[in-house]
């Protein structure tokens, strides 16, 4: 016999049971002790000694008979034993000679086994045939193999373009802040390649060794998306642009749209600019003018007592001087050298170099950055976090700090708390009035044709006001809930921060008192507290 891992056979005798161990040859590995009596309890010997038999194997050099146990037992068959991989795609059986004079299994036997632990595809004729014609204990042998799943592969779009241009203030190594390199806009060329969709393959399904089914994993599947002034190929795989202009991805949508450039500055000689885009202004913008864009507003000069609103972001090179009746709105980001007595209100982040006397609301975050980065006076609200070098000053400057509750949630929590006190004083005088007409009723008293109409009307309207109320207090509660809870908010002191600043994260008040530098404030337990960075 051919055989490469070592393996035991039993001999049963009449005073006893004896067992021929083979050495392993080659490479191939030695009898385990533990697999040997795990095999002789199952043919039903329970009396042996496991320390002898432990030291006679593992001795074994060359074929050796050991002495196993007195007890007596029928012949034995060869044996199987089939174990199935986790994932199910392969079925490994390992073989046990049966004992001198016992039986060995026929391709029958070895086919009811497999059957026994539900086996049933994939089972190799081929590893059949061969173990038939050359046995070999002890040792794994593959017997059946599934079917391999083929994953398929998500669909991908490759962009041609900056998705997501930033415009980040450089800090420079003398610790100022240079505003001047900024840029919003894509520009792309007539004809330019956009994005390349390369679509998504199917995958196969498997089977496993049970003859069960094994789905491959789902695909991504995508479509290029896009606005105007784009063309598709005709493979629908690729986008390009038909005109030159301003490239940007919104969401999972490509858009191009012209960028509008004004010459000088935005005054009497242009009047207001709106635009349905993005605005360059390449001078200032004067006191009293707007300028109002669906996309992005970049103004390389001053903005003087203005109002600028953009569905994305603005960018100002040099700065606001607001005289306290300027404004700026942006859909994302707000970006300037410096602001002064304005109004400024950005969804994301407002990134200044300098801000005196201004209110400042931020959906994310406020950051005064810069060698001076100094923010004194006015009220400044974020959604996270504002971070500057140098809070208020010597002078004590009232200075408000709102930080943990995103403004627009405030915003509306203040704006249901008077509507739900009109709703429900105006819900007292409808029934008022109703009851005075119930009233007439019992009374006796006829009511008036417009009077019938006036009581239905109000039967209508109170109950129209009362689902109107349930559902703005349960608005309300939601929105108390989370300026409670939300204490992740938090102020960084980069520097100095003097008496005269309050801050409030979330429900709380900090009112600081003394001069503290290089700080941070933020919740902890029911407090604000202060701590170094």
């Known amino acids: 016999m051919k055989y490469t891992n070592g393996f035991f056979q039993l001999d049963i005798r009449e005073d006893?049971?004896?067992?021929?161990?083979?050495?392993?040859?080659?490479?191939?590995?030695?009898?385990?002790?533990?697999?040997?009596?795990?095999?002789?309890?199952?043919?039903?010997?329970?009396?042996?000694?496991?320390?002898?038999?432990?030291?006679?194997?593992?001795?074994?050099?060359?074929?050796?008979?050991?002495?196993?146990?007195k007890e007596k037992i029928s012949e034995v068959p060869e044996t199987a034993k089939v174990r199935v991989t986790s994932d199910r795609m392969m079925a490994i059986i390992r073989f046990y000679p049966p004992s001198l004079n016992g039986k060995y299994m026929t391709e029958r036997d070895i086919m009811n086994e497999l059957s026994l632990?539900?086996?049933?595809?994939?089972?190799?004729?081929?590893?059949?045939?061969?173990?038939?014609?050359?046995?070999?204990?002890?040792?794994?042998?593959?017997?059946?193999?599934?079917?391999?799943?083929?994953?398929g592969k998500d669909a991908v779009i490759k962009y041609f373009f900056q998705t997501n241009p930033t415009a980040k203030p450089q800090l420079l190594e003398d610790g100022t802040v240079d505003f001047h390199q900024l840029n919003l806009f894509t520009s792309v060329k007539n004809g330019d390649l956009l994005a390349e969709l390369t679509p998504d393959v199917p995958g196969e399904p498997g089977i496993d060794v049970f003859g069960n089914?094994?789905?491959?994993?789902?695909?991504?599947?995508?479509?290029?998306?896009?606005?105007?002034?784009?063309?598709?190929?005709?493979?629908?795989t690729k986008i390009y642009s038909e005109v030159d202009g301003d490239v940007k991805l919104e969401g999972d949508t490509v858009f191009v749209s012209n960028t509008y450039t004004v010459p000088a500055d935005v005054d009497a000689s242009?009047?207001?600019?709106?635009?349905?885009?993005?605005?360059?202004?390449?001078?200032?913008?004067?006191a009293g003018f707007n300028v109002e864009a669906t996309g992005d507003i970049q103004v390389n000069g001053v903005v003087e007592g203005a109002t600028l609103k953009a569905g994305g972001s603005i960018v100002l090179k040099q700065g606001v001087q607001g005289m306290s009746k300027g404004k700026l709105e942006a859909g994302?980001?707000?970006?300037?050298?410096?602001?002064?007595?304005?109004?400024?209100?950005?969804?994301?982040?407002?990134?200044?170099?300098?801000?005196?006397?201004?209110?400042?609301?931020?959906?994310?975050?406020?950051?005064?950055?810069?060698?001076?980065?100094?923010?004194?006076?006015?009220?400044?609200?974020?959604?996270?976090?504002?971070?500057?070098?140098?809070?208020?000053?010597?002078?004590?400057?009232?200075?408000?700090?709102?930080?943990?509750v995103k403004p627009e949630v405030m915003e509306r929590f203040k704006e249901l708390t008077a509507i739900i006190k009109e709703?429900?004083?105006?819900?007292?005088?409808?029934?008022?009035?109703?009851?005075?007409?119930?009233?007439?009723?019992?009374?006796?008293?006829?009511?008036?044709?417009?009077?019938?109409?006036?009581?239905?009307?109000?039967?209508?309207?109170?109950?129209?006001?009362?689902?109107?109320?349930?559902?703005?207090?349960?608005?309300?509660?939601?929105?108390?809930?989370e300026i409670e809870e939300n204490t992740k908010g938090k102020v960084v002191v980069n520097h100095t921060i003097y008496p005269g600043v309050h801050i409030y994260i979330s429900n709380r008040v900090y009112p600081v008192k003394d001069i503290r530098s290089r700080c941070q404030f933020r919740i902890d337990g029911a407090d604000i507290v202060s701590t170094g960075i």
């Open 117 to 151: 632990v539900n086996v049933t595809y994939g089972i190799s004729e081929k590893v059949l045939k061969a173990y038939m014609a050359g046995r070999q204990f002890c040792r794994d042998i593959p017997i059946a193999k599934g079917k391999a799943v083929v994953q």
């Open 332 to 404: 994302k980001d707000i970006i300037t050298k410096f602001i002064e007595s304005c109004f400024v209100q950005a969804t994301g982040i407002i990134n200044t170099g300098s801000s005196l006397h201004s209110d400042l609301i931020a959906g994310e975050k406020v950051i005064v950055s810069g060698k001076k980065g100094f923010l004194i006076g006015g009220n400044v609200s974020a959604g996270k976090r504002i971070e500057a070098s140098v809070f208020g000053n010597k002078m004590n400057t009232n200075t408000v700090l709102k930080v943990g």
């Open 16 to 69: 006893g049971v004896y067992a021929h161990i083979y050495p392993a040859k080659e490479k191939g590995k030695p009898v385990v002790v533990q697999e040997f009596a795990e095999y002789i309890e199952k043919c039903g010997i329970s009396e042996y000694d496991l320390p002898e038999l432990n030291k006679a194997i593992n001795n074994v050099t060359e074929k050796t008979v050991v002495f196993v146990s």
């Open 213 to 236: 089914p094994v789905t491959p994993f789902k695909v991504n599947k995508k479509s290029l998306k896009y606005g105007r002034n784009i063309r598709i190929s005709e493979d629908q």
């Open 423 to 481: 709703e429900k004083e105006e819900i007292i005088e409808q029934k008022q009035t109703l009851e005075t007409l119930k009233k007439k009723l019992k009374e006796g008293q006829k009511l008036l044709p417009n009077q019938i109409v006036l009581a239905k009307q109000l039967g209508e309207t109170l109950k129209s006001l009362g689902e109107k109320l349930e559902k703005d207090s349960e608005e309300y509660t939601l929105l108390k809930e």
């Open 270 to 286: 242009t009047g207001d600019i709106q635009y349905n885009g993005n605005v360059v202004v390449t001078g200032n913008v004067r």
